[in-house]
């Protein structure tokens, strides 16, 4: 297992490399900014159409990158994870990505027990990646799963940070096999500090489950750069 520095070395070495190949156009929807990073402890990543999100990293700060490198759980699909060269460089720069299946066992309970406040939680709540049909793989409209809700019921303190991905299809597409170099990336961001965010909706577990999925597929329909 990689220790914490030389996880934090080449998190830092790939931003360094993303900053000399693509061109970011960012863009923050809330008056809570960058200067919130380090009490960020759940991203919400929205809009998951490549394998090669990674290139987001780009984004974080350096010292959020420690945080990252001591820190980060993600769940990530385990046909991904398993994948020869993707799976691989997954692991060595997301260190905390614990496997998931698609099946109703205990990997996701599994991953919830990494879960909590002093974690840099991450999640992509779609749980699938958008095709250039705008559909998921079984040609399904994209939309928010649960699995986001039972995040936030692990969590008590700290900021969301929500990120909405102009899409990366024009870099790498399901299907492609290498990225496009010298392109631009499109990114909204919002920080919302998390207990409010959570105070807003019902106190009813399922009222709540309801209230937040249909919350986060307006932000996902509404958000994105366009």
């Known amino acids: 297992m990689l220790l914490n520095p030389l996880r ?23 008056t809570e900014d960058k200067s919130q990073w380090s009490e960020v402890n759940l991203i919400i990543f929205l809009n998951h159409t490549s394998l090669f999100e990674p290139l987001f990293i780009r984004l ?6 420690w945080r990252m490198a ?4 993600v769940p990530g699909a385990d046909i991904t994870l398993d994948r020869p060269i ?3 460089l997954y692991r060595t720069l997301i260190p905390g990505c614990i496997p998931i299946t698609r099946q109703k066992d205990q990997s996701w309970d599994n991953f919830l027990n990494h879960v909590g406040n002093e974690k840099v939680n991450a999640i992509l709540p779609e749980g699938r990646m958008k095709r250039r049909s705008g559909l998921d793989k079984t040609g399904q409209p994209m939309d928010v799963r649960g699995g986001v809700v039972d995040m936030l019921n692990r969590l008590d303190k700290g900021k969301i940070l929500f990120v909405y991905s ?10 492609d096999k290498f990225p496009k170099l010298f392109k631009t990336i499109k990114v909204n961001m919002e920080i919302v500090d998390l207990v409010r965010y959570k105070q807003q909706f019902s106190d009813d577990e399922c009222e ?3 209230q937040v999925i249909n919350d986060i597929n307006l932000r996902l329909a509404n958000r994105i750069p366009k």
Request: proline share 4%.
């Open 208 to 210: 709540f489950k309801k």
């Open 166 to 175: 102009g899409g990366l299809h024009h870099i790498q597409a399901p299907g």
């Open 8 to 30: 934090f070395l080449l998190l830092s070495s790939f931003k360094i490399t993303t900053m000399l190949f693509y061109r970011f156009e960012q863009q923050w929807l809330s």
């Open 86 to 88: 993707v799976g691989k």
């Open 70 to 73: 001591k820190n980060l759980v």
């Open 60 to 65: 974080a700060p350096f010292s959020f990158l």
